[in-house]
C-alpha cells in the first residue's frame, strides 16, 4: 500500500546519510502473547544513538517478534516501544497515550529500517529502481533525486556497475546488498537486520557483513539478529542472548560470548560455535 508523503520530515540533503549518530531505541516492560503463549515477557532494552546491537538466542526465542515491535510491524499487548523519543504506534498528549492512526504508524515506520533474510525486492524492478522507489513515494524527492541518491547507495554497497540489474539476475549476497541500499535511500533513524546472512551460501556472507561493519563505523544505530557469532563479536558494542522470550543475558561481547554468566548462553554458545 502507498505510504503517505511524510511533508514534516524534510529530506536531507543528497549525500547526508553520513549524518552521524543514529537515534536511540527504548523498549519498556513489552511483553506480547500469540493465542496464551508468551513470546515476550517483560522485555526491557535501551539501544543508545548509535550502538551496534547484535541479538542472539535459539530458534522460537521471540528476536524477530522483537525487532519487529521497533518498527510496529508487531504490535505489543504491554509495554512502550520508542524511537528516538517518538512512541511506536502512540502519540503523548500530557500523561496519556493515544493511538495513532494506521497511516501515522506507517509514517512513524519509515524512520526505521528493516532488512529481511530472504531480502524482498520487488522482482520486476531494476536495483536502480528497487531503491529509488520508495524516497519518491514517502519522502517526497523528485524521482532525478531518487536515481542519484539510489545510484550513490548502490555505489556504497558496492554495486554501481549493476543498476540495471533485475534481482533475478543477481546473487543472493548482491539482493541483499541492493535490500541495504533500499533502506537506507529512506534516511531511517534505526536499521533493524533479521539474520540478513542466514539466506546465503556460505561465500556469499562476508560482502554483506562487510557492508554491515561500514554502517557501524558510519555511526547508525543497527539492531541485528544474528547467528553469525565471530562478527557479533567483531562490530557489536553489546550482545543481547534471548530465550524463551525473555533476555537472558546482555553485555559487550567479550563478556557475553567469551564468559557468559548465564548456563543458557553457555548452553547455546556450545552449540553455534
Ligand atoms: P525467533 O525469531 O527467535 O526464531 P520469533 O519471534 O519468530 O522467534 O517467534 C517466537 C515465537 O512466537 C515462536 O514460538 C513462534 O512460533 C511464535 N510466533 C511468531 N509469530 C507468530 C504468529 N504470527 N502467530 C503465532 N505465533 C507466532
Ligand atoms: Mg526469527
Partial sequence: APVPPAAAVPFPARGSWQRGPGAEVRIEG?????????VLQDIDLHVRPGEVLAILGPSGSGKSTLLRTINAL?????????????????????????????????????????????????????????????PVAVRGLTRAQARAQARELLARVGLGD???????????GQQQRVA????????PKVLLFDEPTSALDP??????????????RSG???VIV???IGFAREVADRVVFMDAGRIVESGPPAQVLNAPTQARTREFLAKVL
Fill in 226 to 228: 544474528t547467528h553469525e
Fill in 30 to 38: 513489552v511483553c506480547k502473547q500469540y493465542s496464551g503463549h508468551p
Fill in 162 to 172: 549493476r543498476e540495471a540489474a533485475y534481482p533475478r539476475q543477481l546473487s543472493g
Fill in 220 to 222: 547508525s544505530t543497527l
Fill in 180 to 187: 541495504i541500499a533500499r533502506a537506507l535511500a529512506l534516511n
Fill in 74 to 134: 508487531e504490535k505489543v499487548d504491554r509495554g512502550l516501544v520508542s524511537v528516538d523519543g517518538e512512541f511506536i504506534g502512540y502519540r503523548r498528549c500530557g500523561d496519556t497515550l493515544y493511538e495513532l492512526k494506521e497511516k501515522d504508524i506507517l509514517r512513524r515506520r519509515i524512520e526505521v529500517g528493516m532488512v529481511f533474510q530472504n531480502f524482498n525486492l520487488f522482482p520486476h524492478l531494476t536495483a536502480l529502481d528497487n531503491v529509488a522507489e520508495a
Fill in 203 to 216: 561465500e556469499l556472507v562476508g560482502e554483506v557483513l562487510d557492508v554491515i561493519k561500514e554502517l557501524a
